[in-house]
């Protein structure tokens, strides 16, 4: 890369690092929950729409996943021991509303809107994005919808959960926000064991590995009394707003010219997959006693580490949430290869 070119990147990184920030700071001005994720990733995605050139370097994904991680990880209570036992059947209504989420969606979206089925199927799934964009690709499917679908039902996700919180009861500032700041030698065994677990879970091919690592280690290193205290609020914010800025520049300065040609289809999609998302998650809430707006964010179709940092920011059990998405995202892995040979026989 020339030195032009290096500049203009640095430019739109520092562009959209900025406008993630304003849309924190302004939504925690409101007093919005989650506030500089919902914030920064709504006034990155509007920008990206209007046309600016947002961008973020993905050589940063994996340390902005590990620090995120680690201070999900802080936030898991000894009350998630408690639950464990609750999960295998939250775990197989999880599955059922997985079926009911793609088959509902790629209905409308076939049948009703008429994508063609490969389109259908693919713009439906919750999640598993880059999957779902190559085989996309593979099936000579509409890219541009597929991508578009999938980016409305992350930024929806993401602005629609802190709301549904507030009205369900204000949420209580984070546990992992209300820790003291770990000392020196804590917080190197923190980021050790957090890189080691990353390396694993990213040799095991787990989805998010990064910030699952992160998540795993120091949870167990909380819960196991090794180490007190957790990041401190210089770390975890900037971190925070970066990944509002990844998630909100999914969306490019062409997409606003077919938008509205494909936002009214995906959006009914969306309202779809979120209304049998959240009926299964009713049903676990009432049948087990956990707390509905944990399980919702836990069966939302999607946006696995931004909801992760949403969870954990609104005081939400996010190793409870972690599994069931990281349970949801292999289903969707093991699923996607069937799928594609079983479209490639259709006519």
Request: hydrophobic fraction near 60%; glycine fraction near 10%; proline fraction near 6%.
């Amino acid at each position: 890369m020339s030195a032009p070119a290096r500049l203009r990147h640095i430019g739109r990184v520092a562009v959209t690092l900025a406008l993630s920030a304003a849309g924190g700071v302004v939504a925690s001005w409101i007093g919005l929950p989650a506030a500089w994720v919902s914030g920064g990733l709504l006034v990155v995605a509007v920008a990206s729409l209007a046309g600016v050139n947002t961008e973020f370097p993905r050589p940063l994904l994996p340390p902005v996943f590990l620090v995120l991680g680690i201070y999900a990880g802080s936030g898991v209570s000894r009350e998630t021991l408690h639950q464990i036992e609750t999960w295998p059947a939250s775990f197989a209504l999880l599955g059922v509303s997985l079926i009911g989420v793609i088959a509902g969606s790629t209905w409308w979206l076939h049948a009703r809107c008429g994508w063609d089925r490969s389109t259908a199927l693919l713009a439906s799934f919750p999640g598993a994005l880059s999957l779902v964009l190559a085989v996309a690709e593979d099936l000579k499917a509409d890219l541009k919808k597929v991508a578009i679908a999938q980016s409305l039902r992350l930024l929806i996700l993401a602005e629609a959960i802190p709301l549904v919180a507030l009205v369900a009861g204000r949420p209580a500032v984070s546990s992992a926000a209300a820790l003291a700041p770990a000392g020196p030698l804590d917080l190197v065994i923190l980021l050790a064991a957090g890189i080691v677990a990353s390396l694993v879970m990213e040799r095991l091919r787990f989805p998010g590995g990064w910030m699952l690592g992160g998540l795993t280690s120091a949870a167990i290193l909380f819960l196991g009394g090794w180490v007190e205290g957790g990041l401190p609020g210089f770390v975890v914010i900037p971190c925070t707003i970066a990944i509002a800025a990844i998630a909100g520049s999914r969306f490019r300065p062409g997409d606003l010219a077919i938008l509205p040609h494909i936002a009214r289809p995906a959006l009914v999609a969306f309202a779809i997959a979120i209304a049998i998302s959240g009926l299964a998650a009713g049903a676990v809430s009432f049948l087990f006693g956990i707390n509905f707006v944990q399980t919702l964010i836990a069966f939302a179709p999607g946006a696995l580490e931004t909801l992760i940092i949403l969870a954990t920011q609104m005081n939400i059990d996010p190793a409870y949430v972690a599994a069931h998405h990281v349970v949801r995202l292999l289903a969707l892995v093991a699923a996607v290869p069937l799928l594609s040979r079983w479209l490639r026989r259709r006519p």
